[in-house]
């Protein structure tokens, strides 16, 4: 016997649940995947409604944002860049070098905490709202789409039409538009990872000497081109690993996308003139729903995988719900307990735990970038090498140094060594500063007389480093010197920091 949503819904989950009614068959196919396989496309209608409003004033700005990150500067630097070329990252105009990777570390996980905090509290309103994916798709490739090839239904009729003279140029005209954006969002892409300076050398210089740059080019052209004119939803459903995962996080308490079953159920369609169903639900099974979902579903099934909380069917709903008069939100944000029960929790011990641990990260992130240096400088005993006798009593060590500027300003610095008592450090093609977010590489050989290492093979070395008069960071390494009289080695022949 077939039962009904409502009762579907309030039916705890199980593997065996999942096949034997006409409620639970979306779980068996994708709505853009028809059963032998092939492509279903989904003619999207265009909502309209206050969400749709809010998510296009909300989408300019991330657009603008997205486009201007790699190419406003803040301190000298961009916005963003990831520069995984040359290891260079920039978060909101703050350097970041390889050496600090924990920090690059811990700040993806605050992003991956942060995501996983709003995914069990509101859902997957990362996709739908924010991820540059969805923005470009529906607010700017869909959009143009409506323009030229006209609304759902023009599309589809069209697409089940003979190819016209009209058609032709149609398509070639918005498949153009559709590439020359794709071009457009590659060359910003570009700027991401190679910066905006290195972008505009390739852009300017002549081709031959880029060519590795212009086919990247391309190649990230025709991607993009083949994501927003054919993948689509695709991405969302199939390829998103962030979908996947964050779908998992959602339970009856999540705040998403709902359908109110126990006011819709059991649905009747409204027919003009007929008698009203007795008992009959407030959903009257319009379809208005599932005709501008952008991934083809009919959330009255419930929560589901493809859902991206775009709300565009509850823009759909509250305007069936208007003429037929019946109060809005018959699907709204909402949690599947409050359905239920009635009881809408935005704190729940799940978010709770989330949040402690998204606090947690939050301070040491902010505490950690804070409390950064100016400079950062790395010492690292020259390998190969054991000891130089420098022939006037003295040993030497050579150390391989490292300088990174974090700032946008010229840094004058000095290495001092702090002990054993007597070393002296000699830089050795080491300038005595450093230009603003430079990196600078040299040698620094520091002398000690043979007295000061009192019979070890192997002392430590304190250094301290000074910028302005101001000590900023002290490193420490080995000093190697000549074997000991009784022929035993010390720790190391090649030190560490
Ligand atoms: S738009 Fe509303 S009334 Fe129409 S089918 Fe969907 S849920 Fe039911
Ligand atoms: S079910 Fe509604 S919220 Fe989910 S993707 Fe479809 S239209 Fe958007």
Redesign the pocket.
Known sequence: MSMTSAEAARRPLSIETTVDDEHDLFRNELASVAPDGRRRWIYARQPSGRFYRWRSWLSWGLLAFLVLAPFVRVNGLPLLMFNVIERKFVFFGLLFWPQDFYMVVLVALAVLVTLMLSTVTVGRVWC?WLCPQTIFMEMLFRKIEYLIDGSAEQQLRRSRGPWTAGRVVRTGTKLTIFYVLSFAIANVFLAYIIGSDALWAIITDPPSQHVVGLTVIVIFSFVFFLVFARFREQACVLACPYGRVMSSLIDRQTIT?TYDFARGEPRARLVKGAAAVPDAGDCIDCHQ?VT????G?D?RNGVQL????????IDACDAVMDRVQRPRGLIRLTSHEAVVDGRLRWLTPRSAAYAVVWVGLMTAVTWIVASRSALDVTTLRQPGTLYADLGDGRVGNFYNVQVFNRTGDLRPFEIHALEPAGASVTPLGLTAEIGPHALLEGRVLVALPLASLEGHQSVPVRFEVRTGGTVIQTLSSAFVGPPTRNGTRGTSGSGGQ
């Open positions: 739908g996308v729903c501008v979902c952008p991934t579903i959330i493809e859902c991206v909380n775009c709300t565009a069917c």
